[in-house]
């Protein structure tokens, strides 16, 4: 299972600040005083978890995956993962070091495929709003354009997916987490 904090530090990328419910890599400063190169959200909570695993039918894989990382915003932004919120809790929008991550429940109402009982958006690229969608027949991950469902590309699980995408877009990177790249090479390359 992928442990996408860990995944960074493989990566050389360096934990510089933690708080009640994120761990943040490499300030960014080119980006804003306060940015940071990476977020990964801790881990869901048992109750939360439970709350939207059920609401979402989230498959068990998935559900271990926010019980570690609760979400994710990679390569300042280029790549997000969602995570589970638990319903009542409030959104602390005052400090910027303990917010939340995007809401699995929220981005699945917003843009939903059309079909629900098969598919669920876990993820999303920011260049174009492309999501990550992973199919809970046979437990691939796929990405489409956003409010499309032409499939762009797809890997067999949620655990390649993570794992493929760090590891192509760390080459897009600089050491110090700048752009080498154009932005839309940070989507992932379309099935021939």
Do not use: C
Request: net charge negative; hydrophobic share 40%.
């Amino acid at each position: 299972m992928v442990d996408i904090k860990e995944a960074l530090k493989e990566q050389g990328w360096e934990l510089e600040r933690e708080s009640g419910t994120a761990f943040f890599f490499n300030h960014a400063p080119w980006i804003a005083p306060k940015a940071y190169l990476h977020v990964v959200f801790r881990g869901a909570t048992p109750s939360a978890l439970s709350e939207v695993g059920d609401l979402m039918d989230l498959p068990q894989s998935w559900k271990e995956i926010l019980s570690i990382h609760n979400g994710a915003i990679l390569y300042s932004g280029a790549m997000s993962v969602y995570g589970a919120h638990a319903s009542g809790v409030v959104l602390n929008r005052t400090d910027l070091f303990e917010q939340l991550p995007f809401s699995i429940v929220g981005e699945n109402r917003s843009w939903p495929m059309k079909d629900r009982e098969r598919y669920i958006v876990i993820g999303s690229y920011d260049y174009d709003g492309s999501r990550v969608v992973l199919d809970r027949h046979d437990g691939s991950t796929l990405v489409v354009p956003r409010k499309a469902e032409t499939v762009l590309n797809r890997w067999p699980d949620a655990d390649s997916w993570l794992m493929g995408e760090m590891a192509r877009l760390l080459k897009l990177f600089d050491d110090s987490g700048k752009l080498r790249a154009s932005a839309e090479d940070t989507l992932p390359k379309r099935l021939n």
